[in-house]
């Protein structure tokens, strides 16, 4: 029972270490439910019943705060830009778009862009587009419909 006791600690320990490098509240709840079989472990419960209760106090404190915990602590927010208005406008061909040779410039929103079309179709100057997204500073269009 020993091992299993010293087992559980060393795992709580590791785990808190990981969390505290990651920031990212990857390995906190695992935490919690090692925490909690110790406790199973030191009042003497069997090993299935330390793994039940690693099991269920994890998934216990995951659920309700996954969804939370990643909304806070995710790196892949997109920080919307004045620029992002442009997208879904009507915008006309100053300067034939060409991506084979990656020329090409509309004018949207009272701007010059560089664009290149979406699909690599060629486009006339003086054609109306919808611009569909912005890679860097190039302003990617289709052909209007």
């Known amino acids: 029972m020993k091992e299993m006791t010293l087992f559980w600690l060393i795992s709580i320990i590791v785990l808190f270490i990981v969390e505290a490098a990651t920031v990212n509240l990857m390995t906190i709840w695992f935490a919690f439910g090692a925490l909690a079989a110790l406790v199973t472990s ?22 309700p705060t996954r969804k939370l915990a990643k909304k806070y602590f995710s790196k892949s927010h997109h920080q919307p830009t004045n620029s992002d208005m ?33 699909h690599g179709e060629r486009i006339a100057a003086g054609e109306t587009v919808t611009a569909v997204a912005i890679e860097g500073v190039k302003l990617i269009v289709r052909p209007k419909e």
Request: hydrophobic letters at 55%; charged letters at 20%; aromatic letters at 6%.
């Open 42 to 63: 030191l009042l003497g419960g069997k090993l299935w019943l330390q793994i039940v209760v690693f099991i269920a106090v994890t998934i216990v404190t995951l659920i």
């Open 86 to 118: 442009v997208i879904g406008k009507e915008c006309i061909v100053t300067e034939d778009i060409d991506n084979l040779v990656s020329v090409g410039a509309v004018k949207c929103a009272g701007k010059e862009w560089t664009a290149r079309s979406e």
